[in-house]
């Protein structure tokens, strides 16, 4: 009897064709199989995120990521028309920079016509995660709400332990 093995993981920044490299590098052997028969053996947060959205008809997205992973598996499901705090190369966007002093950069950022397009939020494990990135995000939600249309889904792809995305100290105020 045959056994399906599949390999599964909820490290956002990692695309499945990276995992089947890691995996590789890891001396796991695929025995012959194909590239697509070893993408199909990947179950990623990041894929499963844009396999997500496809199936509920979501095509504009904001994402919140320090790595492009996510804006690939979405491009390779047919979602392009995003926008997201990185460029589709990794580097970040200038304008979600946290080190930036520029009081007028939220502002600018929900200014944008891409914003009013936007159909869903996305969170991803963020290792350079803002405070500029989360008023975006909250300002986006928020405006949606402010013109009566439906509540915007957030989504969060990963909490993983290793990229602590906020704390709470347990006391209020």
Known sequence: MGKRILFVTNDSSLTRKACVARLERLRVRFGG??????L???ITSAHTTALYLKARGLRHPFVVASDSAVLEEL??????????????SGEPRREFLSGQQDAGALSRIVAC?????????VVTSDSGFSA???????????????????????????SDRSVVMGTYNGKSG
């Open 75 to 88: 491009r390779a499901v047919g979602i392009d028309q995003y926008h997201a705090t990185v460029l589709d």
């Open 132 to 158: 500029r990135k989360v008023a975006a995000a909250v300002n986006i939600l928020a405006m949606a709400d402010e013109a009566g249309k439906p509540p915007l889904p957030l989504m969060a792809c990963s």
């Open 113 to 121: 016509p891409w914003v009013r397009r936007v159909d869903c939020v």
């Open 40 to 42: 199909a053996m990947c």
């Open 33 to 38: 199989r194909r590239l697509s028969d070893r």
